[in-house]
C-alpha cells in the first residue's frame, strides 16, 4: 500500500530535550516536506527537500532541522524544543516537476507534539 | 506577499443542499491550485487540482471545483451534501512551493 509514515503519533516531551520524529515513503517520490498544523494558521511549510541531499527552508524552519539521506527518508530534528513547537506536524510526499511540486501531496498521519 | 484566502472560517449545510467552500488566490504566474480534505486524527487527502484547460474540475467523492482566472478564486463545489463530507478542506496554491490556505470546516447536518 502507497503511503507516508510517520513515528512516533504522539509525543510530549520537556523543554530542551532534543527529539527526532521520522517520516518515510514507499512511492519514490523525490519530494518531501513537512508542515505544521496550528489552529486559524492552517499549515505552513518548515522544511522540504527535493531530493537527496538537497533540502531548503519553508515559512518557518526556525527551531528544526532535517536530513535526507535516503531517498525514502525525510525525519525532522528538533535539537532543543521549546513550548511554542507544541504543535501538529505532517509530513508530506509527492513527485516533483520543476521548481515544485506539481503533483498533489500524500500526507501522514500526523504526530501530535506536546512541549511542556 | 504570495497567499490564499478561505474567508469562512465554517460552512454549514443541510444534508442534500449544494455546497461552496470559497477560496481565492494572490500568487504570481499561472499557480496550479489544489483542494484538500482532513477528517478527524487523520492526515490531509487530495481531491482535486486544477492545472489548465477546462475552468470545471472534477475529482473525488463528487466533489467539484471552478476555477475563474479574472476573479483569481477556486472555489469547491457538491451538488449534493453528504453528512460523511463534514470535515477540514483546505484550498492551496503552488508556485515554487505549496501555499495553504487556513481552513474551512464543513459541516453538514442531518
Known amino acids: 500500500e502507497a503511503q507516508v509514515t510517520q513515528n512516533p503519533r504522539y509525543l510530549i516531551t520537556v523543554t530542551g530535550k532534543k527529539l527526532t520524529v521520522t517520516c518515510s515513503q514507499n512511492?519514490?517520490?523525490?519530494?518531501m516536506s513537512w508542515y505544521r498544523q496550528d489552529p486559524g494558521l492552517g499549515l505552513r511549510q518548515i522544511y522540504y527537500?527535493?531530493?537527496?541531499?538537497?533540502?531548503d527552508k519553508g515559512d518557518v524552519p526556525e527551531g528544526y532541522k532535517v536530513s535526507r539521506k535516503e531517498k525514502r527518508n525525510f525525519p525532522l530534528i528538533l535539537e532543543s524544543p521549546s513550548p511554542n513547537q507544541t504543535s501538529l506536524y505532517f509530513c508530506a510526499s509527492s513527485l516533483s516537476g520543476g521548481g515544485g511540486p506539481t503533483y498533489e501531496q500524500y500526507f501522514g498521519p500526523g504526530t501530535r507534539l506536546t512541549v511542556t | 506577499a504570495q497567499s490564499v484566502a478561505q474567508p469562512e472560517d465554517q460552512v454549514n449545510v443541510a444534508e442534500g443542499n449544494p455546497l461552496t467552500v470559497k477560496c481565492t488566490y494572490s500568487?504570481?504566474?499561472?499557480?496550479?491550485l489544489f483542494w484538500y480534505v482532513q477528517y478527524p486524527n487523520r492526515g490531509l487527502q487530495f481531491l482535486l487540482k486544477y492545472i489548465t484547460g477546462d475552468n470545471l474540475v472534477k475529482g473525488s467523492y463528487g466533489f467539484e471545483a471552478e476555477f475563474n482566472k479574472s476573479q483569481t478564486s477556486f472555489h469547491l463545489k457538491k451538488p449534493s451534501a453528504l453528512v460523511s463530507d463534514s470535515a477540514l478542506y483546505f484550498c492551496a496554491a503552488n508556485t515554487d512551493k505549496l501555499i495553504f490556505g487556513t481552513g474551512t470546516r464543513l459541516q453538514v447536518f442531518p
Open positions: 500568487v504570481s504566474g499561472n499557480p496550479y
Open positions: 527537500s527535493m531530493n537527496v541531499e538537497v533540502t
Open positions: 512511492m519514490n517520490h523525490e519530494y
